[in-house]
T-cell receptor, first 120, second 113 residues
Framework: AQKITQTQPGMFVQEKEAVTLDCTYD???????LFWYKQPSSGEMIFLIY??????QNATEGRYSLNFQKARKSANLVISASQLGDSAMYFC?????????????????FGTGTRLTIIP | ETGVTQTPRHLVMGMTNKKSLKCEQH?????MYWYKQSAKKPLELMFV???????ENNSVPSRFSPECPNSSHLFLHLHTLQPEDSALYLC????????????FGPGTRLTVL
């Protein structure tokens, strides 16, 4: 089974509207972290937001918020008041406790991504 | 200098060529990573280095050879590649401590003819 599932290959959203990008995950670990990255056409992966499995509050970073529903194993990204510059690929990723080696490295498992296009 | 840089940004090579990709991080991080991003596939982790020591090799073919001479530099040496190796190769770094995110470079778009 895939560890990270993003079911929306592409989305079109009107400018200034809010958008929700779906992400579900699969893990048996109690301790894990969830990340969202943005990848514009330039190729660079830009970190957006992080949610720890023990965090009780949903993470927020400016216009980005993470709708974390632990029982449902979902970590949807919500972008409020979308802008043309938000057009990009968006990737959900997970770090599991078993990924953290003695050296403290962080191995991330990525989903296939959602291509978001903001329409003027 | 921005956080993580990669050179070249674009590379076209024949199957018999030998080339190298370079990654440099200016963030003082201890861990560095190589990822492969192919069309319509999730990012694939290729190699992980921590404190210049390789700690992970996700069954990558030997035609890809990494090198980490110090904690700021990471190379990916390429030789006798196949057309299916054409992809975006991304480098990333992290502090190596739990809770921190990985910072990515802009990637090298590789085309193998």
């Amino acid at each position: 089974a895939q560890k990270i599932t993003q079911t929306q290959p592409g989305m079109f959203v009107q400018e200034k509207e809010a958008v929700t990008l779906d992400c579900t995950y699969d893990t048996s670990d109690q301790s894990y972290g969830l990340f969202w990255y943005k990848q514009p056409s330039s190729g660079e992966m830009i970190f957006l937001i992080y949610q720890g499995s023990y965090d009780e509050q949903n993470a927020t970073e400016g216009r980005y918020s993470l709708n974390f529903q632990k029982a449902r194993k979902s970590a949807n990204l919500v972008i409020s008041a979308s802008q043309l510059g938000d057009s990009a690929m968006y990737f959900c990723a997970m770090r599991e406790a078993t990924d953290i080696s003695n050296f403290g490295n962080e191995k991330l498992t990525f989903g296939t991504g959602t291509r978001l296009t903001i329409i003027p | 200098e921005t956080g993580v840089t990669q050179t070249p940004r674009h590379l076209v090579m024949g199957m018999t060529n030998k080339k190298s990709l370079k990654c440099e991080q200016h963030l003082g991080h201890n861990a560095m990573y190589w990822y492969k991003q192919s069309a319509k596939k999730p990012l694939e982790l290729m190699f992980v280095y921590s404190l210049e020591e390789r700690v992970e090799n996700n069954s990558v073919p030997s035609r890809f050879s990494p090198e980490c001479p110090n904690s700021s530099h990471l190379f990916l040496h390429l030789h006798t590649l196949q057309p299916e190796d054409s992809a975006l190769y991304l480098c990333a770094s992290s502090r190596g401590l739990a809770g921190g995110e990985q910072f990515f470079g802009p990637g090298t778009r590789l085309t193998v003819l």
